[in-house]
């Protein structure tokens, strides 16, 4: 297994901070997490995928080290594209291959919408497509439910509450249970809970949510869409899906007509896994990546 190292990235207009593995080799491949982690959640990944790749994991802007602008408008998506993208240039690289969970897979299809020719291939765990996303959130009553936290993170009382007794709210809500299977260490935890306790960061976190503007809209509730256009979604980069059926956030839906969105696409489901894929199935995950990656490249 290669070793994991980190370091910043001065990007110009911003400085992340980023673990990695496998510098040098050829391919590079840029691992996005999502809400609340950070970098650490592709702990368990990096050393595997440093064998064959440059794998490298930054703490998303405003997470952990990473910098963390004050403004809320700073967390708006074409700001989190620019910052991928300017990464792997940063690297060295035009193209590369993008591997997502959660609101990095909100930010990976961006960056493939946006920018195609740069995106070699799309990895997505768990992370909703935009378009039906929005829909789902509109329409079908469980996801507007399962959704509802959504339209919470918006008070900002909520710092607050994540803040309190040491996060334990937030760890209740998250990784409780995975610490009590054993998959997460008193260790582990004390990384999560040090990144959340940084100054401003649980801001910064919700800051995601604040700038999106996809969030529950109940059609029912007379609530107005976003009257978005479906061919501005339509993903033009070779897209691997793999699915935690066990996913309380994110519906089943969300899988629901995709291949109408994805031309190149592959999915495979998890029936024993829940939302988070990294935790429970960290061996499958680097497998699925490695053998993705390399279908592509065979196709020359």
Not at 9 to 14: C, V
Not at 105 to 124: D, I, K
Not at 160 to 165: F, P, S, Y
Not at 293 to 298: H, T
Request: glycine share 6%; hydrophobic share 40%.
């Amino acid at each position: 297994m290669a070793d994991i190292t980190t370091r910043f990235a001065d990007l110009g207009h911003i400085t992340l901070h980023m673990a990695e593995s496998g510098a040098g080799a050829d391919d590079l491949v840029i691992l996005l997490h999502g809400f609340p982690e950070f970098w650490y959640t592709w702990r368990k990944q990096l050393p595997a995928l440093g064998e064959r790749y440059h794998a490298v994991a930054p703490d998303m802007r405003g997470y952990n080290l990473s910098d963390r602008p004050e403004a809320a408008e700073d967390y708006k998506i074409d700001r989190l594209v620019k910052d991928v993208l300017a990464l792997a240039s940063h690297l060295g690289h035009e193209t590369f291959y993008l591997v997502s969970h959660d609101w990095g897979a909100a930010v990976a299809f961006s960056v493939a919408l946006a920018a195609p020719e740069r995106v070699s291939g799309l990895m997505v765990l768990n992370g909703a497509h935009p378009y039906i996303f929005a829909k789902l959130l509109e329409t079908d009553a469980r996801q507007i439910e399962h959704s509802r936290y959504m339209t919470e993170f918006q008070d900002p009382a909520t710092e607050e509450k994540l803040l309190a007794d040491n996060c334990d709210w937030l760890w209740n809500w998250t990784f409780a249970e995975h610490e009590k299977r054993g998959l997460i260490t008193p260790d582990e935890k004390a990384e999560y809970i040090k990144a959340w306790q940084k100054p401003g960061a649980v801001t910064a976190m919700l800051n995601y949510y604040r700038m999106s503007p996809v969030r529950p809209r109940p059609a029912s509730q007379g609530v107005k869409g976003l009257n978005l256009n479906p061919d501005h979604f339509r993903v033009k980069v070779p897209t691997y899906i793999l699915w935690g059926e066990q996913d309380h956030a994110l519906m089943p839906e969300n899988l629901n007509g995709i291949e109408e969105f994805i031309h190149d696409l592959a999915i495979d489901r998890l029936p024993d896994v829940s939302h988070w894929v990294t935790h429970e199935a960290p061996e499958l995950v680097s497998e699925k990546v490695v053998s993705f990656i390399e279908s592509l490249k065979a196709r020359g």
